[in-house]
């Protein structure tokens, strides 16, 4: 792979620009799978380039689709919203609807990760709808594993569970083996908030398998992650700490921040079940920089929260820095209502 990262940095210093953006997007899936976020954004940032200097605004708008995927992978929501715009309007103009809805489905990912859940379930509604319309298999099943993901965070957790059960069989037919994973992955958490631990544990394992049988490093940490998790539930701490290392670990080695401070989180949690309170304080305390340098407001307060309460074997009723802790959280929530009025048109 080395050898075709090298080549579109070298057709594109030769000015061979369509080689540049269609070798760059070819490589995308690569990266991903493989973790090398920083060989994607680089070969990326020169197919952008290309494509404006052919002024090809489909292949513009597949660069800036996929230059998307990383930005969201790194957690920069702002920038990933900002280059799905740009490529939505390059596409409405093609009169493109099948890329018009796959664009709509990656923009209610982004929302959905920014916690904006109501317009990630809008928006993902809208691309499902187009889908459906024009006979686009695929992207129907992957709309729906978003779409319940997005569910599940409003509560709504049939919803969810009955839009993953529709995803599985045509991920199935698809043979998408990382959409199964994915929807295994989802479907766990769905279970786990049900209070379903031993199904959550079944589906988490399938997902484990399915992604390791991709060699999916993402995938195959957040599995971990997910098992882990589950078993402290269930008071297996041991073995909840060595899933949750493990997690760490690979999520670590592929530079994904975002889910080493999720991992360092719930591997605090099941050190403070299992009694190992210093390591649980400098665990989320790793979690809340984390956070923060993600700026992911939410969990780090999360975090903090979590911390004063580790470092307080006996706490009083509400201590200064609870509540202020409390306080900040409640800020992070009037703000995001905020936004969805300045979103609505509304002025608060």
């Known amino acids: 792979m080395d050898v075709l990262i090298s080549a579109v940095h070298s057709s594109f210093a030769a000015g061979a620009y369509s080689v540049t953006w269609q070798l760059a997007v070819a490589l995308a899936p ?20 290309a494509a404006q200097e052919l002024g090809d605004d489909s292949a513009q708008a597949d660069v800036l689709v996929s230059t998307a995927n990383v930005k969201r992978l790194g957690r920069h929501h702002d920038a990933a919203v900002s280059s799905l715009e740009a490529a939505l309007g390059l596409t409405q103009k093609l009169g493109d609807r ?72 045509l991920l199935q037919a698809l043979n998408d083996v990382a959409g199964q994973g994915w929807a ?41 992650h997910r098992i882990g998790t589950l078993l402290n ?4 701490h041991r073995d909840a700490i060595d899933e949750l290392t493990e997690a760490r670990k690979q999520f670590r080695a592929i530079a994904d921040r975002y889910g080493e401070a999720r991992t360092a989180a719930g591997l605090a949690t099941a050190m403070a079940d299992a009694g190992r309170s210093d390591e649980a304080r ?14 992911d407001r939410y969990r780090e307060v999360e975090s903090a929260i979590a911390l004063i309460v580790a470092s307080r074997p006996q706490p009083e009723a509400l201590p200064g820095e609870l509540r202020d802790a409390l306080d900040t959280l409640d800020q992070v929530e009037a703000d995001r209502l905020r936004q969805r009025a300045a979103a609505a048109g509304l002025v608060v």
């Open 30 to 49: 690569y990266f991903e799978t493989a973790g090398r976020w920083d060989d994607w954004r680089d070969t990326h940032r020169e197919a952008l380039k």
């Open 98 to 169: 099948g890329r018009e809805a796959r664009i709509l489905s990656q923009l209610g990912i982004v929302h959905r990760e920014r916690h904006d859940f109501d317009t990630a379930t809008e928006v993902l509604r809208r691309a499902l709808e187009l889908q459906r319309q024009i006979g686009d298999r695929p992207g129907v099943a992957e709309t729906l594993n978003n779409l319940g993901y997005a569910y599940r965070y409003l509560g709504q957790y049939e919803q969810a569970r009955d839009v993953h059960e529709e995803a599985l069989p």
């Open 184 to 224: 295994h992955s989802n479907l766990a958490e769905v279970e786990r908030t049900d209070g379903n631990v031993s199904q959550a544990l079944d589906h988490a394992r399938r997902a484990l398998s399915l992604f390791e049988s991709l060699q999916h490093r993402q995938g195959t940490a957040w599995a971990h």
């Open 233 to 236: 539930e269930r008071g297996d």
């Open 282 to 295: 400098d665990l989320y305390q790793e979690a809340i920089t984390g956070f923060r340098a993600v700026d």
